[in-house]
């Protein structure tokens, strides 16, 4: 699944005449995600963990809070961009609740919901207190160690990462995508589909689109 292109762009810099150049691009598709056969959220992403992205997505709305929950996780279709799920515990009342009215953006993990009161998800988790130490120059490191792993903004210079790290600083999931929220959703549904949530004893290190001036 291709997650960027090569177009003709234009380079315009002050003083200097326009100049035409080929430059590579990220994607960005819209991903819809049903839920018990219904349409539940169609969300703007670069294409890719997918079936990740939906899952991540499902925690993170509260629906789904454990691997057994989720027996059924399958794209759909030749075009790649559906992904259907079937929920087997509480959340599936849930689900059908908080169906998304309309589309999320890359740049808004909360668009579409039908309420205020929508856009507060208890977790099905504890906030569990702070176990792990981590040392100074480990936290101080993560950024670096994040843009290491991140492949596409290389190319492209145009996604945002999220990365799940070890105390010791050690990568275990890094995702790229067009939203920020998107790359965490990723990485927290790669979590769930190896049966690794919660995630108390690892660190998550987001980064920024573009590196300050």
Known sequence: MKRAARRRVVVVRPGEPGRAR???????????IRVDGLPFSVTMRTPGHDLELAAGFLVSEGIVAARRELPVLEPVGVEGNVVAATIDGPGAVLARQRRRALYVSSSCGICGTASIEAVTTLSAHAVAPPAMRVRRAVLAGLPDRLREEQRLFGATGGVHAAGLFSPDGDAITVREDVGRHNAVDKVIGRALLVDRLP?????????????PP
Do not use: K
Request: hydrophobic letters at 40%; glycine letters at 4%.
């Open 22 to 32: 080929e430059d590579a691009l990220a994607i960005e598709e819209p991903l819809e």
């Open 199 to 211: 995630l108390a004893d690892t660190l998550l290190q987001v980064g920024p689109r573009s590196s």
